[in-house]
């Protein structure tokens, strides 16, 4: 049970935490699907960890991914593997993370970022146990249990249609939902304390003196937006800056940025000046008229719009390359993620998928997207 322990940093003593903890004990121990709903540092992965090592499967494979930190095609290898010449640079096979944890157990985060392309697949793993590698047409068996979490409302998302209503009933066997640090007021000071001893070694000192009246005020009473991560970071900066173990800790810096000489001019970066310029309520969605203002910074192709036309025009060709250099450039500013680019366009992600289908955008090569 070490590999448990060194994972569990889940502590608190509050009703609604404890209540947490009960509804983890009672799930773990099943093979079914679990979804974690909670705000951002709220502690989401710690709890998908507990879940595996309280389970049968503590001595397998327990993996983990950040689904908002690849593309869809990158996560689409990552998570389900590919075969050799399934695209330039795959040489060979490769495994994803299904088949790496296969009796194991996967933690996929920010769940609600992923394409209904990698939501469909899901689907079809959670539902039958297989899938297909990229550029394959082999079904792959596996045996897995599949824990996500989001910090988003997932049935909001589902009836807007910017999530797939039959994924969210098939991961939605049990939810867990964690309360905000804000709830958990008598857990502040003990989950500040365990953080303030742990950075106390870290720094080889003696002891730890505790805190004064002064900042046990203060962290009991602020708001913590960020949580249980907000509130380590504070402690932990406050330990070290006091930089006596004889001495309470006192000194509580809530925002690291405050100071006298914080910057007020902003640089404005090529990107965040076509942001600024193109606003998801500014941003046309339909055919433009001939008449209608662009951003300044779009392609050579739209700016013309903007310009006296030699006549006889192809309105439909104009129209069609006006949407296709906004949608490439609001997924550029977007990170190529379509959940993210069709709020920018005002669009549901279905709309914004027909559009990619409509244009051939979906098969564009990451490499060509810049």
């Known amino acids: 049970m070490n590999r448990f322990r060194q994972q569990d940093n889940l502590l608190g003593q509050s009703n609604s935490f404890l209540e947490v903890l009960e509804q983890i004990s009672q799930i773990a ?8 709903i909670g705000e951002r540092g709220t502690g989401k992965e710690g709890v998908a960890a507990r879940l595996h090592y309280l389970s049968k499967r503590w001595d397998q494979t327990y993996s983990k991914l950040n689904c908002a930190a690849l593309s869809e095609s990158l996560l689409e290898s990552e998570l389900f593997g590919y075969e050799a010449g399934a695209f330039t640079g795959a040489a060979k096979r490769r495994e994803g993370r299904f088949e790496a944890a296969d009796n194991g157990t996967l933690f996929l985060d920010e769940l609600a970022n992923t394409s209904g392309l990698i939501q469909e697949k899901l689907l079809r793993v959670i539902e039958y146990g297989e899938f297909e590698r990229v550029g ?47 709830e958990r007021k008598d857990d502040i000071m003990m989950l500040a304390e365990h953080f303030a001893i742990n950075m106390a070694r870290e720094l080889e000192m003696e002891l730890f003196s505790g805190f004064t009246e002064t900042a046990k005020r203060i962290l009991l009473e602020h708001h913590w937006p960020g949580n ?7 402690v932990e900066r406050a330990v070290y800056r006091s930089n006596n173990p004889d001495i309470p800790v006192h000194n509580i810096v809530l925002d690291p940025f405050e100071s006298p000489f ?6 404005r970066t090529s990107d965040r000046i076509k942001l600024a310029q193109a606003s998801p309520q500014e941003l046309p969605v339909a055919e433009p008229t001939l008449g209608s203002s662009l951003p300044e910074n779009t392609h050579d192709a739209t700016s013309e719009t903007n ?12 129209s069609q390359n006006f949407e296709i250099d906004l949608i490439k450039q609001a997924l550029a ?10 709020d920018r ?13 409509k244009y051939n955008l979906l098969d564009t090569p990451l490499e060509d997207r810049e």
Not at 29 to 36: F, G, R, S, T
Not at 345 to 357: A, D, F, I, V
């Open 136 to 182: 394959g047409s082999k079904s792959v068996k596996v045996d897995i249990r599949l824990v996500a979490a989001t910090n988003e409302d997932l049935p909001a998302l589902a009836q807007s249609g910017e999530f797939r209503a039959d994924l969210l009933d098939r991961l939605a066997f049990d939810v867990i939902t964690l309360p905000p640090l804000r």
């Open 307 to 318: 310009h006296n036309f030699q006549f006889p025009v192809d309105l439909k060709e104009l």
């Open 262 to 267: 914080r910057p007020v001019n902003r640089t």
């Open 228 to 234: 249980i991560r907000e509130l380590k970071n504070v």
């Open 333 to 342: 500013e977007s990170q190529y993620n379509q959940k993210k680019t069709a």
């Open 345 to 357: 366009l005002s669009l549901t992600y279905h709309q914004l998928r027909g559009y990619l289908k």
């Open 29 to 36: 121990p099943l093979n079914k699907p679990v979804l974690i």
